[in-house]
């Protein structure tokens, strides 16, 4: 037993320690961001329960945030490999939670649907930025471990942003979580220049070191194995966001759960990464295990809809909900790592930014299939659909992982 926890102990110690200083304040980047993070999860249940808008026309509204991470990701990625990714990070935190503040004055489908893109396509720029900043400070041996950090500062953030969030919105109005919401998104940008101005040189200066370079490197759409592990995991994506749209939705609808349980929910699901994910995947990775926690983590996405075909029960949305974060604790880290090591450095960020575009795609067609197909076949059947889906993901994963273990560094 004494052996059980000093090597519990010591997993934990090994699995934060060694970080550099870059990668710890953009830990403390996202952390600050996602603490207060009110306006997503709660964005489907805002646009039908406050607003009123139909099932079909909400998936409308919530894709314009995924074709505003589209540009964005595209955006963002190109100029990191031009100007450096530091300055898109700042850049897009500021500008995204300016308009993200705005989106509550909008009442009517068009308004609406402007302001949801405008601040996806400035707010979701930094992602393919965040990416090609870890991928400057650490080996590829240990990105996999960089990017569980950050995820754990997001995770920390979501564990209390949605409880809160619910409770403020059931409480109080949902004007306040966009205020909280883009005033964090300021926050963290001016946080990230003040602490980066004296690396991000460095970090502009190695993209255009490796300029010479890129006449030598595919595109990431002539790169036939990593256009594969995209098709692949955006039907992951696909079904994951169901999660952050059509979940909560059902939750409420027909399960009669409102916003407080939903924040709950969400919120231990953002505590079990917080406690399990960082350990795990620096296990994986010391083990070199990736391959079968990839496809595990798809299997448990499926695993995750069977409760919603059972009767309604507190008790199986926690359990449908465990599956979910176990799933992404084993998938999200280790694929972004997947991705993020077949960059070339030359192209990092253009490929970066191709793998963020897969997942604005899981954005947009997500909530507008998604919510769309509840509207004519209803719930079950829709989760019947997505248990298929992540299946055939699972078949696809494994071939490609099997195509990636053959192919030379």
């Given amino acids: 037993m004494v052996n059980f926890f000093s090597g519990t102990l010591r997993l934990y110690k090994d699995a934060y320690s060694g970080h550099p200083r870059e990668i710890w304040v953009l830990v403390m980047l996202t952390l600050i961001n996602r603490m207060g993070m009110m306006v997503l999860p709660f964005l489907t249940v805002y646009l039908t329960t406050v607003l009123h808008f139909p099932l079909d026309e909400a998936g409308l509204l919530i894709s314009a945030f995924g074709f505003g991470s589209l540009g964005g990701s595209f955006i963002g990625g190109k100029l990191s490999d031009k100007i450096g990714a530091n300055k898109v990070i700042a850049l897009s935190l500021f500008l995204g939670g300016f308009f993200l503040m705005t989106i509550q004055f909008a009442h009517t489908f068009s308004s609406l649907y402007a302001l949801i893109f405008t601040s996806s396509l400035f707010g979701e720029a930094y992602r393919p930025a965040l990416m ?3 991928g400057n400070y650490v080996p ?42 883009g005033t964090t998104c300021v926050l963290a940008a001016t946080y990230f220049w003040i602490e980066s101005r004296n690396w991000s040189r460095r970090t502009i200066n190695r993209a255009e070191n490796l300029n010479s370079l890129e006449e030598n490197v595919r595109p990431p759409y002539k790169d036939w194995l990593y256009v594969f592990m995209l098709f692949s995991s955006f ?53 070199r295990k990736i391959n079968p926690s990839i496809l595990l983590g798809v299997v448990l996405l499926a695993f995750s809809f069977i409760p919603f075909l059972l009767p309604s029960s ?16 084993f998938y999200l880290p280790l694929i972004n790592a997947t991705a993020l090591n077949m960059s070339p450095d030359a ?63």
């Fill in 132 to 134: 090609v900043a870890v």
């Fill in 140 to 181: 590829k041996s240990e990105s996999g471990r960089a990017i569980s950090f950050i995820r754990l500062a997001i995770n920390i953030g979501f564990s209390l942003a949605p409880a809160i969030g619910g409770f403020i919105a059931a409480t109080f109005s949902y004007s306040w979580l966009f205020w909280i919401d």
């Fill in 235 to 287: 039907l992951y994506g696909f079904v994951f966001i169901q999660w952050f749209h059509s979940v909560p939705v059902f939750i409420k609808t027909d399960w009669g759960f409102d916003e407080r349980y939903i924040g709950l929910l969400m919120g231990t699901s953002g505590f079990l990464i917080t406690l399990i994910e960082m350990p795990a995947i620096h296990s994986v990775e010391k083990n």
């Fill in 314 to 329: 507190l008790f199986l949305a926690f359990m449908a909900m465990f599956f979910f974060t176990i799933g992404e604790i």
């Fill in 347 to 409: 192209k990092r960020g253009e490929y970066m930014s191709w793998y963020w575009m897969m997942w604005s795609m899981a954005h947009i067609t997500g909530p507008t299939v998604g919510l769309s197909f509840i509207e004519k076949a209803g719930f079950s059947t829709f989760w019947s659909f997505t248990i298929l889906i992540t299946m055939v993901s699972f078949f696809l994963h494994h071939i490609f992982l099997k195509k990636l273990e053959n192919t030379p560094p």
